[in-house]
Every structure is written in structure tokens, then in C-alpha cells.
């Protein structure tokens, strides 16, 4: 029975979503790219692996997105938000480098990627705290590489504010939809 009611659930809830679609807004400015990353911390109780999600917006919709389990087991929220981070600056450089590929102005400035997790964003920036992440893959130290060539900047966001969080996390109808509209998706009908 509890898999038919969430069976009804997705469905009721594909029903309510089928005229959803992603809306961009007409801008005379170069194309801006920037980028929302969140993890989850070890919220799947089989096996504790933390969830990482980011998405990246272009004139006020979402261009890229992503969420997936991340191949290791953080050992804190810090290190959870700090893989995330690192996956979306691998992102944003593919989308930097077809900005480049499409001669667009603004591919010659760093991309933001905006978290939630000022720890995180610390650690990102700041070499000298490599001891408190030496049990984390290299592979996600390359953001630090990204930084400090001016590839990518990382900025805070509020909580509130965080787009990613619709990846990572299972939320009521108010959040899910703040979240919805601040990746650019809209009600084709209501769009008149």
C-alpha cells in the first residue's frame, strides 16, 4: 500500500506539473551564467552517502542542472557542501567553455557558483585550511585550482535562497515551489 499511495503521489504530482516549463528573459546585457551547488548530508540511511546537486541559470532560467550521490562518504555537512561545490565548478567550466565556443562576452569572466555553506566556501578560497580536508579525494581540490586561476568565484547565498536545495532534499508544496520559480520554471498558462 505505501507503494501504490507514492505511486499516486508522483503521479498526482506529474499531473499538477505537465504545463511547467522554463522561461528566459529578453536582456541587452552580455548572457550571465551563474550557478547554485547544496548537498544534503548523509540522508540515505542504507549507507550514508550524501547527495550533491547545482544548477546553473542564464537569463533567469536554468541552462544545466545536476544531482547525484556523491562517490564518497563526507564526514561532516562542511565536506558534503564542499564535494558539491567542487562537482559544479567542473560544471561551470563546460559551461564557460561553450559560452567561449558560442563567442559570447561574457564567457571571458569568471562564473559565481553560490552556496549555502560559508565553511565550505572557506575552505574553498583558502589554501591554508588543506589540514581540516586532507581525508577528502583530491579530485574535488581542483576548485581551488579553478579560484585561483580566475575561472570560477564561489559566494554565499542564504538558505532561503538556495535553488540547488530541490536536488539534495525532499520539500512541503511552499518551499518546492519557491524553489521552481527561482529556476526560472513557470505555468505555461499563467504566463499570458
Known sequence: M?????????LRYLKLTRNYCITYKRSTIP?????YADADYGSDPNDRISY????????????????????????????????????ASREALARKQFGQELKLPSAS????????????????????????????????????HYLRNDLIK????????QAADIFTKAFGPLKHHECVKLL??????EQQ
Open 154 to 161: 564561489v559566494d554565499y547565498v542564504p538558505s532561503t535562497a
Open 31 to 35: 548572457t550571465r551564467v551563474f550557478g
Open 52 to 87: 550533491t546537486g547545482y544548477a546553473f541559470l542564464s537569463n533567469g532560467g536554468i541552462i544545466s542542472w545536476n544531482s547525484h550521490k556523491q562517490s564518497t562518504i563526507a564526514h561532516s555537512t562542511m565536506d558534503a557542501e564542499y564535494m558539491a561545490l567542487s562537482d
Open 109 to 144: 569572466t569568471p562564473i559565481t557558483i553560490l552556496s549555502d555553506n560559508q565553511s565550505a566556501l572557506e575552505m574553498a578560497e583558502n589554501p591554508a585550511n588543506y589540514r581540516r580536508a586532507k581525508h577528502i579525494d583530491i579530485r574535488y581540490h581542483a576548485i581551488r
Open 184 to 189: 526560472g520554471l513557470r505555468n505555461s498558462y
Open 2 to 10: 505505501t507503494y501504490w499511495n507514492a505511486g499516486l503521489y508522483v
